[in-house]
């Protein structure tokens, strides 16, 4: 369909706007950046300075780049951090992103209105998607569900396009669809909650189309791996983590509802009023009902005057996917209003039509010779959803969270370029002072301080203790923290080792305390100094891996700039140039690639010391498994195997069974299902054994 310049005229004056009604709130917000805001935001000055556009940071390459990124897709971050340079990396600033997201919305929308109706429903959907209470709160709000929704929302689109059995299956049509899928998974991996069955239906349909659309098909898969790939080989096994942890974890945290359970179901029906306004639904739905039942002459006749009939497969393909992303999404043990928002704009097209709808009934009834019911349509649903937006941005400027934050970051030396690496212990964790907006503003300007929280165990005290600089505590609620920072908290105040610097007062009562070691106590420990100990206690297996794994995790908590890993790198390859056999160097190295993620230099390590300690089996094993994570399972299996015939050995036979399945050798799964049990059973042995050594 062709649409004049008048069309996108005015649905770019209908961005504007939105735009300008973003940036007056974003003028009166003073708030701080809560935990997640400001991870976001961390997020994209990590990757604006690797681009080297902020001050501060400097290209390193590819794997430096990737390396920021080891949870969630860089996309988003790296246009975000590319905004920051030239807007600013002030919260207020630095939201210039979400306007730039919101325009990519509006744009998606207007296609899918053209394909669905026409120009009335085009603009009636960009016009109620600026408003809607939900997506007006997200364009307000530093996470990555804004520019979530706008990807998915352009992704289902062109794969609608592509899908369309009457004007489809074009090769331009599968391209723009492969890269949109791809773009949206790059921003967030969350997008295959609504995207998959998408998906998964529109290659069913292509595949038994014709040879064409299967050659179509076979190119889309291809451009997603070249796309999606490079970050998911480089971060699969954080990524799996940080999913983990934040989906599995976070609905047993927070006490979302059973998978079994009706509440489970109907947990985002339920929210559906509030983000768009109780009478912009019933208005809505009520007009989709009409729409449906009304007398087929008579709805083609309203329909004359209009743009067009129906395009009743692309509304097909809109339904069917908007069902399937509710029934996926749910699936999801993890709920969150803003979980749901990537399908926001597909519920709005619909409720647009119902409202639509309404509007010719009424004009074609009562006022035939007049033709309003698009005005009359758009400016009582604007104003049926401005009630509530306007409450909504309007309470949320009123309790937005204000604190010392700048003031404790400023007095430690932090948003100071040039400044020395800093790392500042937080103890509390609250919405207004937490160890992701401590690093945001500590880095802010090309700041190098960062905030990094102890407290989560009773082993944080003599790392902290022993090691820590400055050190935040809280007088008052401590927020979302474990019994264990108070005790953290009392010793660093009976410790004698640090001086109350400042105190800041907090609203709602308490007060915050800087703390910085005194000059009197006694020097703080390098971790560069027992690294090279700790890294050849791997030699003894599981007990050193166990080892590796319990003091690292503290040590990149004190030690928030890595320095430590400079250090030690330097020393080990002194050593090895005045000896090259020299065991303990090897091991050092080895530790150092596999934790800055590098698994072929560790691979190279290793294999040295395969040479080294060849009665030893776990240089082999370690080997392998850092193969297997840099997704090569043929040579893993290879190294496994062969050590395995020198040094039988249990994890050894079940990591070489393990790669061998992963690598395609079906004929191994018999042997596997016995030697992966032997493997696992052999690892928690030697745990056990471990945690009864007195």
Known sequence: MKVSFKFWGLVGFIWLIATVADRLWWHSFSGIPSWDQADYLNSALDHGRALGLLHGGHWLGWKALLDLSPKIPPLASLVNGSVMALAGDAPRQAAWSLSLWNGLLLVSVAFWGLHLRGRDLALLGVAFVSITPALLTLRSDY???MPLTAVVTLALWRLGCWWD??????WTQAFWAAAAFTVAVLVKQSALLVLLPAVLWAG???LRRDRSTRRQCVMGICLVLLGVLPWLKHNWITTIGGT?????ESAVREGDPSLFSLDNWTWYAQLLPSQVGHLFLVVGLSGVLLCLFLNRACVLKLNERWSGLDNKLAWFWLIFTLFAAWIFTSLSPNKGDRYIAPVLPSILLI???????????????????ISFAFPMVLVTGWLSMFPVAWNAQVSRLGSARNGPLQEIVLAAGGANPSGVPTTLIVV???????????????????????GRQLGNSLQDIEPLLTQAQW???????????RESAAILDQAVRDSGWFVQKRIFSRLGGGNYSLWSRKSTAPARISFSETFPSLAKGLETGVKGLEDVFSVVAIQHMVDGHFEYQSEVRKKAMNTLMNNPVDIEARWTLALLAVLENRPYEASKQFAI??????????????????ILASWNPWKAALVADTANQKNPNALLAGLGDLSGVMGGFVWRLPSASKTIPKAIDFVEEALSSTDEEP
């Open 471 to 481: 050190v935040v505590l809280a007088e008052g609620d401590q927020g979302s923290v």
């Open 609 to 626: 010391l395969e040479q080294y300690l060849p009665a030893n089996p776990w240089p082999s094993a370690y080997r392998s498994a850092v």
């Open 165 to 170: 059995p009457e004007t489809g299956g074009r």
């Open 351 to 369: 409720l647009a039509r119902g409202w639509l709808q309404w509007g010719l009934f009424i004009e074609r009834k009562w006022f035939p010779r």
């Open 428 to 450: 509390p964790s609250t919405p207004d002072l937490n160890q992701h907006n401590v690093s945001y503003y500590g880095r802010r300007n090309g700041g190098k301080l960062v």
């Open 143 to 145: 996470l990555l569900e």
């Open 204 to 206: 069913w349909v292509a």
């Open 244 to 248: 983990k942890r934040a989906v599995i």
